[in-house]
């Protein structure tokens, strides 16, 4: 179709051409543009309907004004497809404010030829239902024009004096956030999630179009390459694969009701409640723009303020995972707890003491020696875990939890740091790991089942609760003490009721001084005996009462040179070259400091410390 202006343009142009001789220079020139938009749609009677329709809402005059416009003018088939589609029997059916809306939204500022149109959005003139902020309408350049996914220009660049009319064969309605969306290929993948996720109760593509209930909504749109991400994150190759009861809850995440809320409304810190019940994070500062999930990653947003009627879209290059979620498919320790039907128990106990949380962080990683329900049956004996004191509890839970990732194959002999506490200071309680066969933790837990990967750390299940240790718990773990053992269980030895006494009870805590095995085989051989029981048991509770002191936890640091007193004996304390004195003038080295107990600490000796004579 071609407008009267272009028609006439045409034969005069053509005339004058004719009436030039062969002989005659001809120069070709287009004469001076002389219709305003308003003459072009008066003028063309495909544009007779779009006539009507200015001219009932008020909006001809603005049409032959000064100033750049363009112009997407709906044709006469397009004006009757939309008021059947519609319910109007007529032009003069649709309110008066509805159509001024209506018209305006094909309408952006400048002039702008179909050459000069790019992929993208653009302003209308049309003011938002959801906000004072005009419409946006998504610009498809990449076959021909398509303005909002549904009109086609048909005709392009019907140039104007004060702008420019593309033709387009469908009426651009009023966009909602559904509209923006199912529009814009960038958001393809987005589209199939939500048709995949919906359900009896839920169909987002008619939430995301309504204008009332839930009403305005702020969609955070991940676009295909963020989804493409996604996918590879769980090892899949289509959205077809992700569970819709799973999707429906990420992208109920990405949603925030009655809210039209643009990059200005946008703050630091600012924290806003989502549709899936979990709160999102924003981030502006140094420049950025993001949003921060329950997984900690930012999600920077790509295109902001997508204006619709109905709220506003900004587009993401990541989706957005709410714990919930993450837990499903990418758990914690928490998380895989909670999957875990065998650690029920555990999940009980961390619940009631608040570790659910601590062990639910993403910014830190754990291992955890997580005991079994037979394991919590056996040490509870009958009771709930909630009649015994909550502190108690986390103490004895955090016994269980060691910093860092440690797979079963990465264990040493040797003693680590759990999170336990000893006492009230910041001190941590050791633990006893023996790899000799297995892992077994404190002489009795054993790894049952190793190696249980989450999100921030490693479970290895074990099948005895680790009580908080005592002295005797470690002589009796490690088998570097076992002389020490024997000679604390010798007839006539009461030491091991002694030192199994409760940190808060007198004589404890106690600071004890354990020679190795070698240093028994030495002191066996100085005294010219075969085994500990030839040793006499008036010397042997002498020598074991000068290797401990009570009421104080004595750590390394808190070493100074000088006398110790302990049970026995007094002692000489050397800290330049960690030795002690007993009182026969025998030297024995620190061999190891502070394997802390929750009833004192252990420092390792090479000698056997004897009274005096």
Excluded: W
Excluded at 48 to 69: H, K, V
């Amino acid at each position: 179709m071609k407008s009267i202006f272009n028609y006439l343009l045409f034969v005069s142009s053509f005339l004058l051409i004719m009436s030039c001789s062969d002989d005659d220079e001809v120069t070709i020139e287009n004469p001076d543009i002389e219709n305003t938009i308003a003459q072009l749609i008066e003028e063309d009677p495909e544009f007779s309907n779009l006539l009507a329709a200015l001219e009932a809402a008020n909006l001809i005059s603005d049409f032959g004004a000064d100033g750049e416009l363009t112009l997407f003018a709906p044709t006469n088939a397009a004006f009757t497809q939309f008021l059947e589609s519609n319910g109007f029997a007529s032009l003069g059916a649709v309110p008066e404010n509805q159509l001024r809306d209506l018209l305006l939204n094909h309408v952006i500022s400048g002039s702008n030829l179909s050459t000069d149109l790019s992929t993208g959005y653009a302003t209308t003139f049309t003011e938002s239902s959801a906000s004072q902020s005009r419409l946006s309408i998504y610009i498809d350049t990449q076959e021909g024009v398509v303005l909002n996914g549904i009109a086609e220009v048909t005709e392009a660049d019907i140039m104007a004096t004060n702008g420019v009319v593309h033709e387009v064969n469908s009426f651009i309605s009023i966009p909602s956030v559904a509209t923006q969306v199912t529009a814009n290929q960038e958001f393809s993948t987005l589209v199939q999630a939500l048709q995949q996720a919906e359900s009896e109760t839920l169909d987002f593509i008619e939430l995301l179009s309504n204008t009332g209930e839930n009403s305005p909504f702020t969609l955070f749109a991940p676009t295909n390459a963020a989804f493409e991400n996604l996918l590879n994150f769980l090892g899949l190759n289509s959205i077809q694969g992700v569970d819709p009861e799973i999707l429906a809850t990420i992208l109920s995440y990405h949603v925030v009701t009655e809210n039209n809320v643009r990059l200005g409304d946008l703050s630091t810190g600012l924290t806003a409640d989502t549709f899936q019940g979990e709160v999102i994070e924003f981030n502006l500062s140094n420049g950025e723009f993001q949003v921060i999930d329950a997984s900690n990653i930012n999600a920077n947003i790509v295109e902001t303020d997508i204006q619709t009627d109905n709220g506003v879209v900004h587009s993401l290059d990541k989706v957005l995972l709410p714990l919930e979620i993450l837990d499903i498919i990418d758990p914690t320790i928490t998380g895989l707890a909670l999957n875990n039907t065998e650690l029920s128990s555990l999940v009980a106990a961390l619940e009631y003491t608040g570790l659910d949380a601590t062990l639910a962080n993403r910014s830190s990683e754990f291992t955890v020696f997580a005991p079994n329900n037979a394991a919590f049956a056996s040490y509870l004996a009958g009771d709930e875990i909630t009649d015994l004191p909550v502190e108690v509890v986390r103490q004895v839970l955090l016994n269980h939890v060691l910093t860092g990732s440690s797979l079963s194959d990465e264990f040493e002999t040797s003693y680590a740091l759990t999170q336990a506490d000893f006492g009230t200071t910041d001190n941590k309680i050791s633990l006893y790991i023996n790899t000799s066969n297995g892992v077994v933790l404190n002489g009795f837990s054993n790894v049952i089942d190793p190696d249980l990967g989450a999100a921030n750390g490693i479970i290895h299940v074990v099948d005895e609760v680790i009580d908080l240790p005592t002295v005797v718990t470690f002589v009796s773990a490690d088998p570097d003490f076992a002389s020490l053992l024997d000679a604390l269980t010798s007839p006539g030895q009461d030491f091991v009721d002694l030192l199994s006494t409760p940190s808060a009870t007198t004589p404890a805590p106690f600071t004890v001084f354990a020679p190795t095995n070698q240093a028994f085989e030495n002191l066996l051989t100085e005294l010219g005996v075969s085994n500990i029981e030839d040793i006499d048991a008036g010397l042997l509770t002498a020598s074991l009462s000068t290797h401990v002191v009570s009421e104080f936890n004595v750590r390394s640091a808190d070493l100074m040179d000088g006398t110790i007193t302990t049970l026995g004996s007094d002692l000489i304390v050397n800290t330049s070259n960690a030795t002690l004195t007993d009182a026969r003038g025998r030297l024995s080295s620190i061999l190891s400091f502070d394997i802390q107990v929750s009833n004192g600490v252990i420092h390792a000796i090479d000698t056997v410390l004897l009274p005096e004579e």
